[in-house]
């Protein structure tokens, strides 16, 4: 099945322990995407990547890293979390770049304390 | 600066009704706009995707269309059932990324 898997779908930590949540997709996207999503704020970017080994910088960067060595990995670095990171991150992929159509993972609920 | 607004914030509606959902954006130059569905505390699921050549799109009992030039886009949704309770999100990529709007609470009551 064709799908964008996040990893873990759950997870409380505490302040500044650093964490990784994985993304994988199987579709041989090139275009790989993270988002948040906050309340009154809706969904934001926060880091994208249009190939392997090329990325840049979101709407919201700050306090986030991100690495692109294999096509199909995307994996979203927190090196030292705060609680104004609490959030629903969602990580995402299209085809090609500029995307057409995007596909969205199950999401990741992320509690700092 | 692009940005999305969604009307109604929230709809209450009885089974069986048609309805439609508004999207605006300020900014014309898009590649394309997509309508998601997403239910609480759930992920995105993709309804429709509309190029920026392209007027509107049918999925089943949804349509959406395009008007790029007015910046608007609507989404009919014929004869509502209660599971079609969700929240729906227009959303319009620049290339780089998706612009999102608030977002429509649809209750479709029984």
């Known amino acids: 099945e064709a799908q964008v898997t996040q990893n873990p779908r759950y997870l409380i930590t505490v302040t500044g322990k650093k964490l990784t949540v994985t993304c994988s997709q199987n579709?041989?996207?090139?275009?790989m995407s993270w988002y948040r999503q906050d309340p009154g704020l809706g969904l934001r970017q926060i880091y994208y990547s249009m190939n392997v080994e090329v990325t840049d910088k979101g709407d919201v960067p700050e306090g986030y890293k991100v690495s692109r060595k294999e096509k199909r990995n995307f994996p979203l670095i927190l090196e030292s979390p705060s609680p104004n990171q609490t959030s629903l991150y969602f990580c995402?992929?299209?085809?090609?770049?500029?995307?057409?159509?995007?596909?969205f993972g199950s999401g990741t609920r992320l509690t700092v304390v | 600066k692009q940005e999305v607004t969604q009307i109604p914030a929230a709809l209450s509606v009885p089974e069986g009704e048609n309805l439609v959902l508004n999207c605006s954006f300020t900014d014309s130059a898009i590649y394309n706009l997509q309508w998601f569905r997403q239910d609480p505390g759930k992920g995105l699921t993709s309804l429709l995707l509309i190029q920026s050549s392209q007027r509107e799109q049918t999925s089943g009992r949804l349509n959406a269309s395009l008007d790029k030039s007015s910046g608007r886009s609507t989404l009919y949704i014929a004869a509502s059932q209660p599971g079609d309770s969700a929240t729906y999100l227009c959303?319009?990529?620049?290339?780089?990324?998706?612009?999102f709007g608030a977002g429509t609470i649809l209750r479709v009551k029984s």
């Open positions: 995402a992929s299209s085809l090609s770049w500029p995307p057409r159509g995007y596909t």
């Open positions: 959303a319009v990529s620049d290339g780089n990324k998706l612009v």
């Open positions: 579709m041989n996207h090139e275009y």
